[in-house]
Nanobody, 127 residues
Framework: QVQLVESGGGLVQAGGSLRLSCAAS????????MGWFRQAPGKEREFVAA????????KYRDSGKGRFTISRDNAKNTVYLQMNSLKPEDTAVYYC????????????????????WGQGTQVTVSS
């Protein structure tokens, strides 16, 4: 079992930055692929970024490349999402997720492979 708690969301102006954190409890954090997803009102949940168990492989949605950076600290059981140059269209609830069973990075963006989810943290970007 993995329990996930996100933090770091808030209100920021366009062009600003936020760093989201996701603290995990349980024994499987270091053996899990970790991902960030987001959901805006009236829209489906969408992939943002993911990172492999040893941080050797990352994947981003196209709109986040060059602006978002995912990282993890297995000693602290924490995964981070640094978001720079934020845009109003980045406004959403951001969720952290863990997948003990994912292997291929081809499927990092598929939320059906993630077994554990946090409660989400709101990110609002004003124009």
């Amino acid at each position: 079992q993995v329990q996930l708690v996100e933090s770091g969301g808030g209100l920021v102006q366009a062009g600003g930055s936020l760093r989201l954190s996701c603290a995990a409890s349980g024994r499987t954090f270091s053996s899990s692929v970790m991902g960030w997803f987001r959901q805006a009102p009236g829209k489906e949940r969408e992939f943002v970024a993911a990172i492999s168990r040893n941080s050797g492989n990352t994947k981003y949605r196209d709109s986040g490349k060059g602006r978002f950076t995912i990282s993890r600290d297995n000693a602290k059981n924490t995964v981070y999402l640094q978001m720079n140059s934020l845009k109003p269209e980045d406004t959403a609830v951001y969720y952290c997720a863990a997948s003990p069973r994912l292997s291929s990075s081809n499927y990092y963006d598929q939320n059906r492979f993630y077994d554990y989810w946090g409660q989400g943290t709101q990110v609002t970007v004003s124009s």
